[in-house]
Structure formats: structure tokens, C-alpha cells
């Protein structure tokens, strides 16, 4: 038996009427005697893959079976009477026509459900091949006018078909390869995630949704690849903060300081920059995540032999206890955290001011908690 329902093809057979939302159009030509690769046309790649949603409308007209006839014209009682041929057109409406679609791929079926007059529901489903293997495939979509006697002569067709490819129900198959074959190689991830479009579609949502699988399930995967991984996930979704800040935050680990405070400025600019009364929890956080970045940098980035490195560092620590403090989180682990190294940063300054700040920040931290 086979892999079943990795994507649905809904086809719409309509006349007329507007097309909402981005398309990719294409023509069925007459001629096709046999299922044939539609051109298309559009903001993304006409390529379908496994977990996406296809929308297809069809419309237009089709002269199916035109036919000649002899007819006669002038003279006088039919004498001296003119012949001439005449074409007979057999106009139809592209829902009056068998129109076959389907995929270029030998080892997949699409069998068809007629929900009403207008809408077909089509499952594919694997006959051969594996999960594995059909996950990397980009499919094409194939059509042309399955109608006996058509006139390859005379017959035309102006046949306009629309393809919206929607990629978000991909993400979950995404996930489940992940899970399922573990791949721990950058290059076997990055494979993946660039069949089809729904890095184009959704790159945030399909960002923090890889990192958080691999965050929760796949830890030491995460080790192995998070930097890459991370610049990958930049580069394709360059206004995700929190890509940003966690890509800092591994250069920060890796000892790429330099390329830790560059992204880390950049998210602090661009998160300062909004409203503060629009400011919501989740900027918050990803600002004093951003902070933090910074105060590491300060203390790692000398080891310590800059005079002023340490007081950097805790400046870095006030600015992002504020913004925890902002968003109400100050019983959270991650303040805790905080205060910790702010606490630590105070006690390598030296001074006697240092350290009894540093006691008084504990103190004040075990006071709210208790």
C-alpha cells in the first residue's frame, strides 16, 4: 500500500470570475494529445511539493470538435451557384470539457472526488518510492484536453490555468522527515528545506518552527549544525528577530565576537527603534536577549585585560534587567540567569562598590522570590 495524501489538488472548473491572491498562470494547448508540462508563469516556482496545498482554476473556452460543411451561395435556382466550405464551431466552456491534471512523477496516482459541479478534490498517492525519497522531489503539474475526436486541424483552445500553490501544511511534513530520519548534516537539512516554496512562502514561520524542533527534540543535532543553520535561516528570513538573536548568541559561543555584536547591534537598533507603547513582550525579550549578547562580548572578547570590560558588561545587564522587568518577568528563570552573571561581572570589577552591589542585587533578587 502505498504513502498516502501528502497534497491535495483542488480544481476549480469556472467560466468566469476574479482569481483572489498570487498566481501562476499558464496555458493548456489543443493540440496536446497526451499529458504535458504547463508553463507557468508567476511570483514563485510552479513546482509542487509533498504537504502542499494546490489550488487550480481553469477557465476560458474550447472549440472541441469544429467541423466543414459545403453550403452554396448566388446563382438563380441554383443554377451558377457558388460553393464554398463553411466551418461549424463547436464552442464549450472549460467545465463542459474533460480536462486531465496531474503530476509528472511515474510513481504517484491522483485519483479524483467530485464534491459538486465546480470542484474536484485530488489525492496523490505514492505507488512506489518512499517518504524519504519523495519529500526532495519538486513536482510539475501536467494537463491537457482528454476528449476523443478532437480536430487537430481546426480545433483551439484558449484555456487559461491558474495554480496557487499554498506551502504551509509542508512544514509539518518537514518536521516529521526531521524526526524520523535525523539527519545531522547541514547540507542533507538544507536539501530539504529548499524543495519547493515554502522557504519563500513562510520563512519565519518554518524558522522558528525548525529551531524549536531541533531545540526541544534534537539537542546535540542542534550542537552540531546551529550556526550554519542559523545563517541559512538569516539569509531567508533576514527580519526575524529571533533568528537574529540566537545567531548571535552562537557566534557569541563559538568565540566570533566580532560577528556576535554586529548581529546583536543590528537587532538592538532595529527593536529600539519602535514605539515603546507598541512594544509588545515577545521585543522585550529579544532585546534584553540582545543586551545580553553584548555584555558577553564585552567580558569574553578581552578575557578580561581591558580595565572597563567588566563595567561594559554589567551596563549590558542593567539595560536587559530592565526589559525583563518590563515584560513582567522577574521571577522568571531567565532573570535569574541575569542577575547571576550581572552578579558575577560586579565581583571581577574589584572595587568595594562593585562587590557590594553585587550583594545587594542578590539579596534583592532572593527577596522578590521567596
Aim: charged residues 25%; contains cysteine.
Amino acid at each position: 500500500m502505498g504513502t498516502k495524501i501528502f497534497f491535495i489538488l483542488c480544481i476549480y472548473l469556472l467560466y468566469a470570475g476574479i482569481i483572489h491572491g498570487q498566481n501562476l498562470e499558464g496555458n493548456i494547448t489543443y493540440a496536446w494529445q497526451s499529458p504535458q508540462k504547463v508553463l507557468f508563469n508567476g511570483p514563485y516556482r510552479p513546482l509542487i511539493s509533498l504537504g502542499d496545498s494546490v489550488k487550480i482554476t481553469i477557465r476560458g473556452t474550447v472549440d472541441l470538435r469544429p467541423y466543414e460543411v459545403e453550403k452554396k451561395r448566388g446563382g438563380f435556382l441554383g443554377i451558377g451557384a457558388k460553393r464554398y466550405r463553411e466551418i461549424v464551431h463547436d464552442y464549450k466552456n472549460a467545465d463542459q470539457v474533460n480536462i486531465f491534471t496531474g503530476i509528472d512523477e511515474t510513481n504517484w496516482r491522483i485519483s479524483a472526488k467530485q464534491v459538486d459541479r465546480e470542484t474536484q478534490v485530488l489525492t496523490a498517492t505514492m505507488e512506489n518510492g518512499s517518504f524519504f525519497d519523495g519529500m526532495k522531489k519538486n513536482l510539475s503539474l501536467l494537463a491537457f484536453i482528454e476528449e476523443p475526436g478532437k480536430n487537430l486541424v481546426q480545433g483551439t483552445a484558449n484555456l487559461i490555468i491558474r495554480m496557487e500553490i499554498d506551502s504551509r501544511p509542508r512544514i509539518a511534513q518537514i518536521i516529521k522527515y526531521l524526526r524520523d530520519y535525523q539527519p545531522n548534516e547541514f547540507t542533507a537539512i538544507r536539501e530539504l528545506l529548499e524543495v519547493g516554496n515554502v522557504m519563500k512562502q513562510y520563512p519565519n514561520e518554518l524558522c522558528d518552527e525548525l529551531f524549536n524542533f531541533y531545540k526541544n527534540e534534537q539537542q546535540e543535532t542542534l550542537k552540531i549544525v546551529k550556526t550554519e543553520l542559523l545563517q541559512y535561516l538569516l539569509l531567508k528570513s533576514p527580519d526575524n528577530s529571533a533568528i537574529r538573536v540566537k545567531l548571535a548568541d552562537s557566534y557569541l559561543q563559538d568565540g566570533n565576537f566580532e560577528g556576535a555584536k554586529q548581529q546583536a547591534k543590528i537587532e538592538i537598533a532595529r527593536l529600539k527603534a519602535i514605539d515603546p507603547t507598541k512594544m509588545t513582550t515577545d521585543n522585550r525579550v529579544l532585546l534584553a536577549d540582545a543586551y545580553i549578547v553584548m555584555a558577553g562580548t564585552a567580558e569574553l572578547e578581552q578575557q578580561g585585560t581591558q580595565a572597563n570590560a567588566f563595567q561594559v558588561a554589567v551596563s549590558f545587564y542593567k539595560l536587559a534587567g530592565d526589559q525583563y522587568k518590563q515584560s513582567g518577568m522577574e521571577k522568571h528563570p531567565k532573570c535569574r540567569d541575569l542577575i547571576l552573571k550581572q552578579s558575577k561581572a560586579l565581583q571581577r570589577i574589584g572595587s568595594r562598590a562593585a562587590f557590594e552591589e553585587a550583594v545587594h542585587l542578590l539579596e534583592g533578587y532572593l527577596a522578590k522570590t521567596e
